[in-house]
């Protein structure tokens, strides 16, 4: 069983609208979860991190997590097509020692 | 977060022979980690390093292909050992770090393409 799923998607959608990215994990113990963001031929860009149950906001970003569901989510507003990109979810294991990563979601943005 | 680089930038290697990545970032860390990216899939923890002590692999990586050094708390080195074609890979290096004390960042990787 992966550690973390995530759609690949392609996921499109319009200039302006609002993207939204889906994550559930397995390890029920894990603390700590991260988005990530990797434009092609590039490495993963630190977005967002989140340690408690409900959402948090930075800019046009929002990640919502719920322990209970093993769930985590990211919700892009006013999306960009500069927002076009590979996001990936990342759970911090039980122990803390090690990052698991979601397969990424591949987002469009059309302008 | 820590400013972090990677050398080579890329590189076409042949069959059997090794080539090492190098990790530099510009302030002192105690986790750095060597990731794997094939292409079209996510990333692949290789082994943890931290300085004074031997990197921890992960399973299914082992020491003999993918030695690792650690010789101070700004530096760090991946070799991979008598590559295959299936080695070909973007290989990246992270430090940990953050308000958390976990969040990870990245090198800008290397690209490996073994003929």
């Known amino acids: 069983q992966k550690e973390v799923e995530q759609n690949s998607g392609p996921l499109s959608v319009p200039e302006g609208a609002i993207a939204s990215l889906n994550c559930t994990y397995s390890d029920r113990g894990s603390q700590s979860f991260f988005w990530y963001r990797q434009y092609s031929g590039k490495s993963p860009e630190l977005i967002m991190s989140i340690y408690s149950n409900g959402d948090k906001e930075d800019g046009r970003f929002t990640a919502q997590l719920n322990k209970a569901s093993q769930y985590v989510s990211l919700l892009i507003r006013d999306s960009q097509p500069s927002d076009s990109a590979t996001y990936l979810c990342a759970v911090n294991s039980d122990t803390g020692n090690q990052f698991y990563f979601g397969t990424g979601t591949s987002l469009t943005v059309i302008p | 977060s820590a400013v972090i680089s990677q050398k080579p930038s890329r590189d076409i290697c042949q069959r059997g022979t090794s080539l090492t990545i190098q990790c530099q970032v510009d302030s002192q860390v105690t986790m750095m980690f060597w990731y794997r990216q094939q292409p079209g899939q996510s990333l692949t923890l290789i082994a943890t390093a931290n300085q004074g002590s031997e990197a921890t692999y992960e399973s299914g990586f082992v020491i003999d292909k993918f030695p690792i050094s650690r010789p101070n708390l700004t530096f760090s080195t991946l070799t991979v050992s008598n590559m295959s074609p299936e080695d070909s890979s973007i290989y990246l290096c992270?430090?940990?770090?953050?308000?958390?004390?976990?969040?990870?960042?990245f090198g800008p990787g290397t690209r490996l393409t073994v003929l």
């Open positions: 992270s430090v940990e770090e953050g308000t958390g004390g976990n969040e990870q960042f």
